[in-house]
């Protein structure tokens, strides 16, 4: 057809208009428009290739909007979910006493012969040794954590609120706590302006790291670590040293300081050159280690390189040795993840069939910790990929696994050493049981868990484990059924572990479940329900399907 001529003037400029309000555009439209001026161009296939990256990034980081990508129809069919957000909204406001009598009660409960809730803390020379709760700060910080949750459901007052009291104490104590003050400032503006909660912190703020003594480094650095709010992607490592998965030699140097690369183009410079010069260099070990190290920054990679570095996967899982069977799960794991990012269908089957082969024949408490850590990605990559059928196989064969055919009670009875890792386990698999709609399955599960926390008999380590997981998952739950029982953690919870080195300045593991519990009821799973999310999931892989068949035709000629 004739391009009209007004067109063909300025043809330059209408993409560049729609390259700048991309943003304001559904993500179909934005691609239909795009390819469509590609087309006008005479094939400007470079301009479609940005823009499917540009779109790639943002389903990557936002997924699709209810709000902008999905028709009318659904959306007033779902209304019920700014109920959802506003009831959510409420019971965050009303959690802040109750959260800060939660962490009083931590305190009390390690005071010998002390179990009274009107006691008052006074201070604690123990926590200046790991020995203790150190409850005014760590109160301080649950505050924080809460104005956060309230600007990601649009409740702007009452997180400047909190905000600003927080800041008043954090600002004039000592460097560690005013680096925190400013980095979960920094969150907090971010989702306040309406900005995607992802990337790292600013350049300015990170710097002043290396100038710090290695004790405060290391307290500010383990919050990090265990922070989704603080680090949403590249989770910093309060150690950031050579393990036994990088190696200790000079590539193990190298590996473990990829995340603290900021500049793409080196970025993808250095993966690519590690992979060749692993290939190259015929070494056992060396594939492996470097494909699980660059697992971890391919969302930051252009995705041609980042499919290409995938590619490596299945030949890396070959070179890793029969023995080695927690380094072949943590690369089945990490590569689950990207391959539902990446959109490679085919790779993750291939890496479902590595994991059904790695469980068959494995039985006991020893292989069921290696497993416990991989089932949630597992899920979540196939249901991203539209492999529902996949899911629900896969779901059924580790639930027969994990019990080894026994009813859930039988099973607590007869295994109790058993029983902690398998129901965590199990509270993974609850998790896909509720996009697949078999709520029956997921709510005895969490029944059990409920039963087991309350009860008060397991180790600190295993309860506090249990108590994120069992958080974790009522993030997947309804609304009615989640609420309540979040709130009764704060209620009955005792006996988690706590102390460590960062007790002089906070609790980590308090403020970790109190994360828990707010990042599962403000996440956009919780708030929208597992139906809707369900179709969302799916509709994501229609668009992101129908992105790579459009450009695949235009770099082939096709019309």
Not at 42 to 51: E, F, K, N, T, Y
Not at 197 to 210: F, I, Q, T, V, W
Not at 474 to 487: D, N, S
Not at 494 to 519: K, M, P
Request: proline share 4%; with cysteine; glycine share 6%.
């Amino acid at each position: 057809k004739s391009i009209p001529h007004e067109l063909q003037t300025h043809l330059c400029a209408v993409q560049t208009y729609l390259a700048q309000h991309e943003a304001w555009l559904p993500v179909r439209l934005a691609w239909l428009a795009a390819v469509r001026t590609a087309h006008l161009s005479q094939g400007d296939v470079l301009g479609l290739a940005r823009c499917r990256d540009r779109l790639m990034e943002r389903l990557r980081t936002q997924g699709v909007s209810l709000d902008i990508d999905t028709p009318s129809f659904l959306r007033f069919s779902s209304l019920q979910g700014g109920e959802r957000f506003q009831t959510v909204r409420e019971r965050l406001v009303q959690w802040r006493e109750l959260i800060h009598r939660w962490i009083s009660r931590l305190h009390q409960a390690g005071r010998i012969g002390d179990t009274s809730e009107s006691s008052v803390y006074t201070g604690s020379r123990l926590n200046q040794f790991g020995l203790d709760v150190e409850v005014p700060f760590t109160k301080i910080y649950a505050d924080l954590i809460l104005s956060w949750g309230l600007a990601r459901l649009g409740e702007f007052h009452s997180s400047n609120n909190l905000l600003q009291q927080a800041q008043r104490t954090l600002r004039e104590a000592d460097e560690v706590h005013q680096f925190l003050a400013e980095a979960f400032t920094f969150r907090i503006r971010q989702v306040q302006d309406g900005k995607p909660h992802h990337g790292s912190l600013p350049a300015e703020l990170l710097a002043r790291l290396d100038g710090m003594h290695e004790d405060v480094r290391y307290k500010i650095n383990k919050l990090r670590e265990y922070s989704r709010i603080l680090e949403p992607a590249d989770r910093s490592s309060a150690y950031r040293k050579p393990n036994s998965y990088t190696g200790f030699d000079d590539l193990g140097t190298t590996l473990v300081g990829l995340p603290d690369i900021h500049d793409p183009r080196v970025l993808s410079e250095t993966v690519q050159r590690l992979v060749e010069n692993a290939n190259r260099s015929g070494e056992w070990a060396n594939l492996p280690r470097v494909v699980l190290a660059v697992l971890d920054v391919v969302p930051r990679l252009p995705e041609l390189i980042a499919k290409s570095l995938v590619e490596q996967v299945p030949l890396a899982l070959q070179q890793i040795r029969p023995h080695e069977t927690v380094l072949r799960l943590k690369l089945l794991e990490k590569s689950l993840r990207v391959a539902g990012y990446l959109q490679q269908a085919e790779l993750a089957l291939e890496l479902v069939q590595h994991f059904v082969q790695a469980i068959e024949g494995k039985s006991g408490l020893s292989a069921l910790k290696e497993f416990e850590g991989l089932t949630g990605e597992t899920f979540r990559s196939l249901r991203r990929l539209g492999l529902r059928t996949e899911v629900e196989r896969l779901l059924q064969r580790m639930a027969e696994w994990v019990t080894q055919g026994q009813d859930l009670a039988i099973l607590q009875q007869r295994q109790p050493a058993y029983w902690p890792v398998a129901l965590r386990t199990l509270l993974h698999l609850a998790s896909g049981w509720f996009y697949c709609a078999q709520d029956d399955l997921a709510i005895e599960v969490l029944d059990k868990a409920r039963e087991q926390l309350f009860m008060g008999q397991l180790p600190p380590n295993e309860q506090t484990s249990l108590a994120l997981t069992y958080a974790q998952t009522l993030g997947q739950t309804p609304v009615r059924l989640a609420l309540g029982r979040l709130q009764e953690l704060f209620e009955r919870l005792r006996n988690i572990r706590v102390g460590g080195f960062t007790s002089s300045h906070f609790t980590l593991q308090a403020l970790e479940l109190i994360e828990t519990v707010v990042w599962a009821v403000v996440h956009e799973d919780f708030s929208l329900g597992p139906i809707i999310r369900s179709w969302l999931d799916d509709d994501e892989y229609l668009i992101r399907k129908r992105i790579h068949r459009d450009l695949t035709q235009l770099l082939h000629g096709s019309p």
